[in-house]
């Protein structure tokens, strides 16, 4: 099994990017503005990237403002069973969001490019908590 790991520290509370990986909101100004998102573990999200292309992740955990699990349960045949995590550790008012996307069953192009664009998805929810506007999918070039 493969893992892709990022790491990246925001100038904000961990309670404000708690928020925006958990909200509506926060997710359509980091990652895609097509979306449909609850607040309750078991539930499942759903993020639209373009006409065809649906992900649906089962919240597995929300231990605020510490810790969000994903379980993806739709999409790429390549992600259908990962998990992604969003760890959060702040100390003096700087968050450091450890991204974990776990349990790819082999390293191929398209994990390649997913481990880019997860950078991306770090970079658009730094910006919108510290700048106040993401990157979202709609916003970038491929």
Partial sequence: MANIEHLQTIRVPATEIYKALTSA????????????VYGQVGEINEFQFGNDDLTKMQI??????????????????????????????EKHG????????????????????????????LYSLKTYCEDGAGLTYQDRKF
């Fill in 25 to 36: 909101q926060g997710l359509s100004e980091v990652w895609t503005r097509e979306l449909k």
């Fill in 60 to 89: 597995m955990e929300l231990t605020p403002p510490k810790r969000i699990e994903w379980l993806c349960t739709e999409s790429d045949p390549e992600w259908v069973g990962t998990t992604i995590s969003f760890e959060l550790n």
């Fill in 94 to 121: 700087k968050t450091d969001v450890i991204l974990r996307h776990m349990n790819w069953r082999e390293i191929t192009n398209f994990y390649r490019s997913c481990n880019y664009n997860w950078a991306m998805f």
